[in-house]
């Protein structure tokens, strides 16, 4: 987008919108094409994109940052498949308006042969029950169910609802992106494209939008009722203008943008680091911003076991004590529990090779035939399984001294391969001491 954006002629494709609605409102897409971002999905030829031109609408999740499109998304899929849209947000609804949605969409169903879509805003926010209110109509087919959030759906959706869903996940808008989406709102708005209006600090706009296009939207709109125009006509939206449009100076943390990735990232690989005064630091940024105390306690549990692992197992125990601490504390005093957990993980000797382990494991399940199993470790519940030699010639390690045996436990074709090579950090170099003792023949000599 070039810095003057004047007077442009177009249209909103046939969309009939009110004027006093917000721009993001106005400008929302009416179409595929006119989408922006997430080509990851939507571009040519790419999973979501067929199905929503084939119209097979499966239930399905959008995970991703505020204003990536989910809730433009759903109105789209809608559009095109010819189903009916319901839309409810999550703060707000109950289990009596999903019934009620439901039944209407059974009788949609039942005699016009009509889909309907329902889509949840911050389903995250729905509590067990009402989750379950719509298992059993996702499950038939009645409703589509389209849902939205801003958090992991693996921690928020209960498994049951997951399981039946498509899991989407959607990206922040890059700044050329977020340019494009300025670009075509001042083209087509029935309100901005009869102005004469120049973005004259286009990166302070974009970095104050936290790539939430919304924001960015709503961002120029109020910036260009406050302008005022010049002798030419010409409103000039300045840095001025949007400090006062965005009521801040700069944006110091947003939970919903780039900048939380930004220093979550940095917040981890502090810790990775064995840094724990860049940790704490990091910290404090995300707690002053807002950020959920849960989302940083589970990221913890998660470093606990990927980067300690076994050179120091308490470091698990701990996280996960830290979460359950912080759910039932909150805050403000969370933040110590947080602390404590932060610099103790940082301090904490480090080893990735648990989490090396079950990758390599799960390369091979995925690249390799599927091995049966060998017949000594299958149990033998019945005469049949008996007679198929089933659990023939297994050694109970318990009869044996040191309570330990050599015998095969991999599929042959696997024999002797190695995932896991302990580190000789924490006490992880006792195990390795240990299994090179039991398993002489195996080398577990990793470097890392």
């Known amino acids: 987008m070039v810095a003057d954006l004047f007077k442009r002629h177009g249209s909103v494709g046939g969309r009939r919108v009110l004027q006093s609605a917000p721009l993001a409102e106005r400008v929302r897409p009416v179409s595929l094409d006119d989408f922006m971002g997430q ?14 031109e084939t119209k097979e609408i499966p239930s ?3 995970w991703g940052p505020p204003g990536t499109g ?10 095109i498949s010819e189903a009916h849209l319901h839309q409810l947000n999550a703060v707000a609804a109950g289990v009596k308006d999903v019934r009620d949605i439901i039944a209407r969409a059974e009788v949609n169903l039942r005699q016009h042969a009509e889909r309907t879509i329902l889509f949840i805003d911050e389903i995250h926010r729905f509590n067990k029950a009402q989750q379950e209110a719509l298992l059993h109509s996702v499950e038939e087919g009645t409703i589509i169910l389209i849902g939205a959030t801003t958090e992991n759906p693996s921690f928020e959706v209960i498994s049951p609802l997951l399981s039946r869903c498509r899991v989407y996940i959607l990206e922040a808008l890059t700044a050329e992106q977020l340019e494009k989406i300025v670009d075509r709102a001042l083209s087509i708005d029935l309100v901005l494209r009869n102005q004469k209006i120049v973005v004259e600090d286009l990166p302070a706009l974009i970095l104050y939008s936290g790539g939430d ?3 960015i939207l709503n961002g120029i709109e109020l910036s260009v009722e406050i ?3 010049d002798p030419d006509g010409v409103k000039r939206i300045t840095k001025a203008i949007l400090d006062e449009a965005f009521q801040r100076k700069y944006a110091k ?16 690989k502090s810790m990775r680091g064995s840094d724990p005064d860049a940790a704490v630091y990091w910290l404090a940024r995300m707690l002053e911003g807002g950020e959920d105390p849960k989302f940083i306690a589970r990221r913890m549990i998660v470093l606990a076991s990927e980067d300690i692992g076994n050179a120091d197992p308490l ?11 912080v759910d039932s504390v909150g805050m403000p005093e969370a933040r110590i529990i947080l602390g404590h957990a932060a610099t103790y993980l940082a301090c904490a000797p480090k080893s990735n090779a648990a989490y090396r382990a079950i990758e390599a494991a799960l390369d091979d399940v995925r690249t390799l035939p599927a091995e049966p199993v060998p017949l000594h ?5 019945t005469k049949l399984m008996e007679d198929l030699h089933y659990a023939e010639r297994y050694k109970y390690a318990h009869d044996f001294e040191g309570h330990f045996v050599d015998q095969l436990f991999l599929p042959e074709k696997l024999s002797g391969k190695l995932y896991y090579e302990p580190t000789e950090q924490g006490r992880e170099k006792t195990l390795k001491e240990r299994l090179e003792a039991l398993w002489p023949k195996r080398r577990r000599s990793s470097p890392h």
């Open 377 to 381: 470790l299958r149990n033998a519940p």
């Open 39 to 52: 080509e990851h999905l939507l571009g040519p030829g790419k999973a979501l994109r067929v199905v929503i």
């Open 227 to 229: 302008a005022r125009p």
């Open 70 to 79: 989910k809730t433009t998304l759903a109105r789209l899929i809608a559009d």
């Open 315 to 325: 470091g698990l125990l701990l996280a996960t004590a830290a979460f359950n601490a």
């Open 253 to 268: 943390y947003d939970k919903g943008g780039e900048e939380h990735y930004n220093i979550i990232s940095a917040f981890i």
């Open 213 to 215: 296009a919304r924001m």
């Open 60 to 62: 399905m999740i959008f």
